[in-house]
């Protein structure tokens, strides 16, 4: 069985960084997921996948791996760049791009 850690990225429904400076550590499946006969309902038997751990940084994820002897895989965040655009600029002289009103 092996954990991930990794660093959420942001939704696209928020747009603040609210629950994407912790790091998370969960489970990967071991077995695939199976369809119920009756009720076509997808379902699971493994518990673990279900857990899942967040750490303010991510050397304690790591030391939480290891200090339970989890195999893991770690998967670096990447920086998002900034993006300063005001609303005037919808609208400013000689904008590239064609107006579609």
Do not use: C
């Not at 695939?32 to 750490?55: C, I, N, Y």
């Not at 989890?70 to 791009?97: H, P």
């Amino acid at each position: 069985m092996t954990a991930r850690i990794y660093k959420p990225a942001k939704t696209a429904m928020q747009s603040g960084l609210a629950r994407t400076k912790e790091w998370v550590l969960e489970h990967e499946p071991e077995a695939a997921r199976e369809v119920d006969p009756l009720m076509g309902w997808t379902s699971s038997r493994d518990m673990r996948q279900q857990v899942k751990l967040t750490f303010e940084t991510k050397e304690e994820a790591i030391a939480y791996a290891e200090r339970n002897g989890l195999a893991y895989t770690l998967e670096e965040a990447q920086a998002r760049k900034a993006v300063r655009k005001a609303y005037a600029d919808n609208f400013k002289f000689g904008r590239i791009g064609a107006w579609t009103h």
